[in-house]
């Protein structure tokens, strides 16, 4: 059964510090993994997919990499702003189902 | 504008009652998901569907029931049956390939009194 952990659950920087997301899992065989962004109380917004073929995607300044033997993922977001602050939670895609990590909450102190 | 909505937002329900939450989208999307969030946890499945009159469940489904009778519409019933119903539930919905993103919904926050 397919584990996601996402180490450390809580981590708080100062603006302009550049963030480092972890994310691992146990089964290696995924279709893709994505991160995605919680603000309180609300829905999940999609940041990045990486499909399994992939070793990194980019947007602005998130970049996602995936090293599947190892079974790790790591968003790094540059230049940290207090709009950063949120729970980042990531997925793995396998036989059709999303699996979950618990998100590490973010907070960004100006 | 496309997108999906979840009403409501806030729902109350007393023991023993049925309750349904509900989920529709405009996106054109084949595929649909209920989820449930508990704090300090991951999202967990509760049922998927993957096209219309047709459903699967997922790793939590007991006490949960759903429909689909229309491509845009996927509500959920939290059944008297369930132990533990208060929980942030989400939906969303995606292109029918593996390899598609999912689009969540703004959820709804259910409590049972």
Known sequence: KQEVTQIPAALSV???ENLVLNC??????????????????????SLLLIQSSQREQTSGRLNASLDKSSGRSTLYIAASQPGDSATYLCAVRD???????????????P | DGGITQSPKYLFRKEGQNVTLSCEQNL???AMYWYRQDPGQGLRL???????????????AEGYSVSREKKESFPLTVTSAQKNPTAFYLCASSLAGAADTQYFGPGTRLTVL
């Open chain 1, 95 to 109: 036989w059709g189902k999303l699996q979950f990590g618990a998100g590490t909450q973010v907070v960004v102190t």
């Open chain 1, 24 to 45: 691992s899992f146990t089964d290696s065989a995924i279709y893709n993994l994505q991160w995605f962004r919680q603000d309180p109380g609300k829905g999940l917004t």
């Open chain 2, 28 to 30: 054109n999307h084949d």
């Open chain 1, 14 to 16: 100062p603006e302009g």
């Open chain 2, 46 to 60: 509760i049922y998927y569907s993957q096209i219309v009159n047709d459903f699967q469940k997922g790793d939590i």
